[in-house]
């Protein structure tokens, strides 16, 4: 037995100990992150159920808090502009690759905002897509609010983007297209390009519980193996300690 408490053992004992430890922490954080992502969707949800209000009076209303708009419902009156049309590569509806089509919208206030009006299937890969030309002369589209994201570097050029980033497809079509765009939702209709967007899935909680599950599993058979570990060295250490014992014995 004070063979288990050399310092080789000790050295062992306290990197499983810490490695358990670390594997139950691991396990409550990514509980803690699945209450977060829980909480988000109950909040996106209420927002969705939310009655459409007019996207410069929820601008106007939200101020530097434009996050809060993110899946809020919203309308909005302008004309297209289909010479400003861009692409966001990386696309999948029904399993087929694509692109989204996001075409800014001029408004009567004279600001612009983009929208993004739905999938198309690779072969229109030419904007501005004839196939899916947007309606002519003023049109009030409704749909959901999203805040732009960044996109890479190396694509200001346009006009196919990984992302919806607003600044770099500002700059590729010459306006000022804020921080948020509206994003056209609703059942998706193949026969119709372009598909719009089915209404995002609010009831996914990501892997954060099976993965919680996992670093539990990782700290108990951590655990459980260690104690066999140390069961089979101790009774092999009592082993030979009584071997000692005989051969003293004997002499």
Known sequence: MRR???????????FVLAVCV???????WQ???????????????????????????????????IDSLE????VVTGTYL????????????????GFDVVTPLALPSGRAVAVDRGWVPLEFDQVPVRAAAPPA???????????SREGRGD???????????????????????????????GDPDPTALPVVNPLPDLTDEGPHLSYAIQWFAFAVVGAIGYGFLLRRA??????????????????
Not at 234 to 251: I, P, V
């Open 82 to 97: 289909s010479d400003r049309e861009v692409l966001i590569r990386s696309q999948v509806f029904d399993g087929q690759a």
């Open 22 to 28: 670390t594997c139950v922490l691991l396990g409550f």
């Open 71 to 74: 899946y809020r419902r919203t």
């Open 137 to 147: 002369g003023e049109v009030t589209v409704e749909g959901i609010v999203r805040i």
């Open 234 to 251: 101790a009774r092999r250490s009592g082993e030979r300690d009584g071997e000692t014992g005989d051969d003293l014995g004997a002499g």
């Open 155 to 185: 694509e200001r050029a346009g006009p196919i983007f990984t992302r919806v980033d607003l600044d770099q497809i500002g700059r590729y079509a010459g306006l000022d297209l804020g921080r948020v765009y509206v994003e056209v939702v």
């Open 31 to 65: 509980l803690s992150r699945l209450q977060e992502r829980r909480l988000e969707n109950r909040i996106f949800s209420a927002r969705l159920e939310a009655e459409p209000l007019p996207l410069e009076e929820m601008l106007a209303g939200a101020g530097d808090d």
């Open 4 to 14: 288990l408490l050399s310092p080789r053992w000790v050295a062992a004992h306290v």
